[in-house]
C-alpha cells in the first residue's frame, strides 16, 4: 500500500524524508478516516477514543468536524461510482482522489447504503453549524451527532 501511494506521487524526482512522511505516516487525517470507519461499525466509544486522542483545542474542533465530513463526502462519491459500475482508476480520475485512498475508501463503504452515508454528512453539517454558531460544550455537540450516526436506522 504504501509503494502504491509513493507512486502515485512520484514524478521523477527523487523522493525525500518528507514526501514518505507526508504519504505514507499516520497522522490526523487517517484518524478521522478511523473515526468514519468507527462510526461506520457503530462503535460510537472508539469513534470518541480516536477523537479524545487527538487532543484538539476548543477552535480545532470544527476543523476536525469538517475532516470527518470529507471522509464521508469521499465515501458518498466512491460508493456512487462503485454503484454505477465504474473501476476504481475512473473514479479516482473523476473525484482527483488518489487511487489507493479510492480503494481503501470502497472497502469502508462497501457495507453501507447511501442514505446512512448522506445522513453522516447531514449530522456531521448540523453539528458544525451549532459549533459554529455558539458557544455550546463542543464535546456534547459531537457526541450527539456521533450518537445519531450510529443509531441511524435501528429500531428501538
Given at each position: 500500500g504504501?509503494?502504491?501511494?509513493?507512486?502515485e506521487v512520484y514524478d521523477g524526482t527523487p523522493l525525500t524524508v518528507s514526501d514518505v512522511k507526508k504519504y505514507c505516516c499516520a497522522n490526523s487525517s487517517y484518524k478521522y478516516f478511523d473515526i468514519a470507519s468507527a462510526l461506520n461499525r457503530r462503535d460510537m466509544v472508539s469513534a470518541k477514543k480516536i477523537l479524545d486522542s487527538l487532543?484538539?483545542?476548543r477552535d480545532e474542533i470544527p476543523i476536525a468536524l469538517g475532516a470527518i465530513a470529507k471522509n464521508y463526502s469521499e465515501m458518498l462519491l466512491v460508493k456512487s461510482g462503485i454503484d454505477s459500475g465504474k473501476g476504481y482508476d475512473t473514479i479516482a480520475k473523476d473525484t482527483k482522489i488518489p487511487q489507493w485512498r479510492v480503494s481503501k475508501i470502497a472497502g469502508v463503504a462497501s457495507g453501507i447504503d447511501m442514505r446512512t452515508l448522506a445522513f453522516a454528512v447531514n449530522q456531521l453539517s448540523n453539528a458544525d453549524v451549532k459549533l459554529k454558531s455558539y458557544r455550546g460544550n463542543?464535546?456534547?455537540i459531537i457526541e450527539l451527532a456521533f450518537y445519531r450516526i450510529c443509531t441511524y436506522g435501528r429500531k428501538a
Open positions: 504504501e509503494i502504491l501511494k509513493l507512486s487532543d484538539l483545542s463542543p464535546q456534547r
